[in-house]
């Protein structure tokens, strides 16, 4: 089966989706459609074959590429790498640069409102081939011939995520045990493929990455520590190398420290916070600009309650977990609208193997569900925070209840 992509060019605004209205992109990407940047397809004679990307012979519902860019194709033939790269029966339409290229072949020019109307006829094609339903309003201006002006006015009603899970490039840190392993293995399950760091061989890393490839989906386990500054940004350009892309940041990796306030180190809260605060910030400050190039992206940060409640012995740990919060939302600010990111605040919801019977009773009895998590809740949030398209820069308290009591 062939894949359905949109293949955004990247104007002068430095936007990947500057090209196409809002409204095009969450029509199409609702039926399923990928998005990827032109330099993907075009950017060479022998097109790549990565994940998720055109090849010669590919489906192309909607494509647009800039002229004004001679590493994409070639200015005095503004055709021909096109027509090399997408011709066959199955493309549907190809946009270039204003230009409609029908059929592989010929070429009609349309005034910027035909165009529009091109691609959105295209969108909901797709949308009425995948079985979705939309609904349009028409809330324009009259024209002075008392018709309806319903350009721009489109706005149709999505029923299913923006972001699918499905087919997705996600990167977990600290995911080869414990939560990050059920992370990693959930949405795996559903269908993305996985990309989780590791801090060193002591953790079981193969048996996570031979988990996740008996799903049927690819996985790259790559070793991180986040002590060493520059290995953020190297794990996420491996990523990119090996997927052609990176969806979604989880930044699951932390450290638990506990000390009374006055016993604390230097070098504890140093680890403390290069852990569970540098870390997160690194990573997605190497991940932000692939997603903001390829016009979306996710990052969920792994906070806990320590950064809401007063935990006594865990100043160092606590002060990296509000850090983290306040990073969220500032983040959130910064890199909206195309990447959306939020935090996760789980309770208690996996045991140390040998913690004592008295400290389950504890979290049981301060809970209002008078029961501890599982790592299984904690996953199911990343779920939906990753498809819930209109979520950004909040907590999401996942706790049972506890923060209230």
């Known amino acids: 089966t062939m ?38 397809c075009l950017g060479s004679d022998e097109p790549r074959n990565d994940m998720g990307q055109l090849t010669p012979g590919s489906k192309a519902d909607i494509t647009l590429v800039d002229l004004n860019k001679p590493h994409i194709m070639p200015v005095h033939r503004p055709d021909s790498a096109l027509v090399y790269n997408c011709n066959g029966p199955d493309v549907h339409t190809v946009i270039v640069a204003g230009q409609v290229l029908l059929d592989a072949g010929r070429v009609t020019m349309l005034d910027e409102e035909a165009l529009l109307t091109e691609c959105r006829d295209a969108a909901r094609d797709l949308m009425k081939r995948a079985g979705i339903r939309s609904q349009r309003s028409e809330i324009g201006d009259r024209r002075s011939d ?16 923006t972001m699918n899970i499905n087919n997705r490039i996600i990167l977990i840190t600290g995911a080869a045990q414990r939560v990050g392993r059920v992370i990693a293995l959930t949405l795996a399950e559903r269908g993305a493929h996985i990309a989780f760091t590791y801090l060193d061989d002591s953790e079981p890393w193969r048996d996570t990455l031979a988990e996740i490839e008996a799903l049927g989906v690819q996985a790259l386990a790559l070793p991180l520590n986040v002590l060493h500054p520059e290995q953020p940004k190297q794990v996420v350009e491996q990523v990119v190398e090996r997927f052609g892309r ?9 450290i638990w420290l506990t000390d009374p306030f006055l016993d604390i180190s230097y070098d504890a809260w140093r680890a403390a916070l290069d852990v569970n605060l540098t870390g997160p910030f690194l990573c997605s400050q190497a991940a932000a ?11 969920i940060n792994i906070t806990d309650l320590s950064a809401f409640q007063t935990w006594p012995k865990y100043a160092h740990h606590a002060a990296s977990k509000a850090g983290l919060v306040a990073l969220t939302r500032v983040m959130a600010a910064e890199l909206a609208p195309t990447i959306r990111v939020n935090a996760i605040a789980p309770g208690t919801v996996l045991l140390p193997p040998n913690a004592p019977d008295a400290k389950r009773r504890w979290a049981e009895e301060n809970s209002l569900l008078k029961r501890i998590g599982s790592p299984e809740d904690v996953a199911k949030t990343v779920a939906f925070l990753i498809e819930m398209d209109f979520a950004t820069g909040a907590v999401y308290f996942m706790d049972g209840g506890r923060a209230l009591v």
Do not use: C, F, W
């Open 3 to 40: 894949k359905t992509a949109i293949l955004l060019a990247k104007v002068g605004s430095g936007d990947p989706t500057a090209l196409v209205p809002r409204d095009i992109l969450r029509m199409a990407t609702t039926a399923g459609a990928l998005i990827m940047s032109a330099g993907d």
């Open 146 to 161: 008392g018709t309806r002006n319903t350009h721009h006015a489109h706005a149709p009603y999505i029923t299913q995520p």
């Open 246 to 254: 990176v969806d979604v940041l989880v930044n699951n990796a932390s």
């Open 289 to 299: 600009p692939h997603m903001l190039a390829q016009g979306e992206g996710v990052i």
